[in-house]
């Protein structure tokens, strides 16, 4: 954490003199002491104005003219704020000691996050305390950000100075829900705004007349918010997005109104977010897709050692790692530098630009000194991005890893050494440590671990292989023509059944290699119908396999498994999916007379490539 002091703390005051001395204490009581304390007077009383006077000697007091509502005084702070960082702290609420050293600690763990705020605990004049939490684990999307179950509370908000300036102000004209807008404007704008689940700062709720006591006035302001913002609602909802907001925030004003609660409250119960299919979340893509302007030195300055100590280490191994990358600079920096850290350094790093944009070609330069780039004159997707790293390659073994992913530094390692273990094994994958942007992490792998894959199991929709966990033997995978260049999805999956169809091991390590990022942001895995396409086209490819191993029920069970986690969001097309998944009840029956060619051959013999077991292997797929 930074030594010097360089947070600003703006207090907006409005004739609260009996409360703004628990406030200004609390911050000259933090463990780590501000730079500055700006109090903004928003025209208060004269009474009350001499009141401030008390604090000149360790506070900027500034003094508008008129009053102009709390964004207004929030704006008049923010402009002279010397600090790089601001946080707010309304002239009623108190912070808890440790309040600004926890979140400036949290904002130097987490240089990509542009705001952090906080649970809070809510205080009333009873004695009764409440603790408060409206907000998801991790990064604040756009689309939660738009609904109204999820919102940030300003005074436990630290922000980067920048990004408040690059927002813009908070509207004036919104007497309630400033908050709220100028959250979802950083959001839109593809800033990180993230949560701490502890409670730092003390909101005090008794009966006073304040905004949230006008019920029907706040309403309307939320009104205008949602107007304002009715383009990002028409893209992440569609219409149903505005009338789900303005449903439920007419609940709140309608309760002491006959009849009228009695319709929301009927209303309510069809409320139901749900985003377009193809939104892509700025928050997660956000325009441009460019790293904020705080965290590109720090990247490159890591990156920058990690390609020096990689140039210093003599290669020892015979491993080419495949790099695919198409408009992706916010991640690849992560992914190269999880390659240079390995404690096995690879013989090269082949990056394959997919015909990115301009300013995304560029950003590949910095790594041209440590990387191949082969750049492709138009788009081919993953497969084919691969597969142009493949022909590529000088290595015996080939390692694959997308743009987004990040490996362990002993991935590679241990996968070398399964290798001369198994002499046997033609692809070695592993499991992988899956992380969100809003759950935590979590450990998976769809195999069956230190045993060969068979065709079979190849062919149902529970097992897997994730592209970036795979390591090649480079003769296997030029001789079954790598990846399908027509699959721009499911081209893993795919691959795995010709492997297997052509008899080559395939062997699970049960051990998280990869950090395997997962956003649920609009990616190719969350477009679920499209999804389903391709499994559809898989399934047609190899039919000759399916009826081979399982007859017609092989097929069918597999499209209503991908057909159930396409349709889960479709009313009635997901009841009636469940009603035929319990018929079949996923069964796979493996036909008394089908001869896995996995399990068929020598377990104990090398895997060694012959011309005629390339003819073999052509011969296999137009079979199928």
């Known amino acids: 954490m930074s030594g010097r002091p360089d947070v600003s703390v703006i207090i907006p005051y409005y004739n609260r003199e009996k409360y703004i001395d628990e406030a200004v204490q609390s911050v000259l ?55 790089e960082f601001i946080a707010f702290l309304d002239s009623d609420d108190i912070w808890l000691p440790h309040k600004l050293e926890v979140q400036r600690r949290y904002l130097d763990d987490h240089p990509e996050c542009a705001i952090v705020h906080s649970a809070a605990v809510f ?3 009873d004695g009764r305390e409440e603790y408060c939490k409206k907000f998801p684990f991790g990064v604040l999307w756009l689309a939660q950000a738009l609904m109204n179950a999820d919102w940030v509370l300003m005074p436990s908000v630290l922000a980067r100075t920048e990004v408040l300036r690059a927002v813009g102000e908070f509207d004036v004209n919104l007497r309630v829900g ?10 839109a704008a593809g800033y990180h705004v993230e949560g701490i689940e502890e409670p730092l700062i003390r909101v005090r709720r008794e009966d006073q007349d304040g905004l949230t006591k006008r019920p029907w006035r706040t309403f309307r302001e939320d009104l205008k918010m949602c107007w304002k913002h009715r383009a990002l609602y028409m893209r992440a909802y569609g219409i149903r997005g505005i009338v789900n907001f303005v449903v439920e925030k007419a609940q709140a004003p309608s309760r002491n109104t006959r009849y009228f609660d ?3 409250f009927f209303l309510l119960k069809f409320v139901k977010y749900r985003e377009k299919s193809r939104y892509r979340d700025p928050a997660i893509y956000g325009p441009g897709q460019m790293k904020p302007s705080w965290l590109v030195p720090r990247l490159s300055h890591r990156t920058s050692e990690l390609k020096r100590e990689f140039s210093l280490r003599q290669s020892s191994s015979d491993i080419s790692v495949v790099i695919p990358f198409h408009n992706r600079e916010q991640y690849i920096d992560e992914a190269i ?12 790093i082949i990056i394959v630009n997919d015909c990115s944009s301009k300013s995304a070609r560029k950003y590949l330069d910095r790594f041209a000194d440590v990387c191949g780039i082969v750049d492709l004159q138009k788009n081919v997707g993953l497969a084919g991005s691969r597969n142009a790293g493949i022909r590529a390659a000088r290595g015996q073994f080939i390692a694959l890893l997308d743009d987004d992913d990040i490996w362990l530094p002993e991935k590679l390692a241990v996968q070398r050494r399964y290798m001369e273990e198994h002499p046997a094994c033609a692809m070695v994958h592993s499991q992988v440590c899956a992380f969100y942007t809003n759950h935590p992490d979590h450990v998976f792998g769809r195999f069956d671990p230190w045993q060969p894959m068979p065709l079979a199991h190849a062919l149902r929709d529970e097992y897997w292989a994730v592209p970036s ?10 001789a079954i023509d790598g990846f399908d260049d027509s699959f721009r999805e499911c081209e893993d999956r795919e691959l795995l059944i010709r492997i297997c169809a052509t008899g080559y091991r395939v062997e699970g390590i049960p051990k998280p290699l990869i950090r395997f990022r997962r956003t649920a942001h609009g990616s190719l895995s969350e477009q679920h119908w499209t999804m389903f396409r391709a499994h559809l086209r898989v399934v047609w490819k190899h039919r000759a396999l399916y009826y081979r191993a399982y007859g017609l029920r092989g097929a069918a069970n597999f499209l209503l498994a991908t057909l159930h986690m396409a349709a889960w969001k479709t009313r009635f097309v997901d009841g009636r999916v469940r009603f035929l998944l319990r018929v079949f009840d996923k069964k796979w029956i493996i036909k008394p007379d089908f001869r896995d060619p996995v399990q068929s051959i020598d377990q104990d013999q090398p895997v ?5 077991t390339i003819a073999g292997a052509a011969e296999q797929r137009q079979g199928a």
Not at 40 to 48: M, P, T
Not at 337 to 348: F, G, I, M, N, R
Not at 469 to 478: A, E, G, H, K, Q
Not at 608 to 612: I, L
């Open 337 to 348: 530098q999880s390659v240079l850290a390995q404690t096995l350094k690879p013989l090269e």
């Open 262 to 264: 009695e319709i929301m």
């Open 608 to 612: 060694t490539v012959e011309a005629d």
């Open 178 to 187: 400033e908050d709220r807008d100028i959250i979802i404007r950083c959001c």
């Open 29 to 83: 009581a933090q463990t780590l002491k501000p730079l500055e304390i700006i109090i903004v007077n928003d025209g208060s009383e004269k009474s009350s104005r001499r009141y401030l006077d008390r604090y000149r000697d360790v506070c900027t007091i500034i003094d508008l003219p008129i009053n102009g509502g709390v964004s207004a005084a929030r704006n008049a702070g923010v402009r002279p704020a010397r600090g």
């Open 123 to 125: 205080f009333f004049q």
């Open 469 to 478: 966990t795979m390591m090649f033997r480079t003769d296997s995978i030029r």
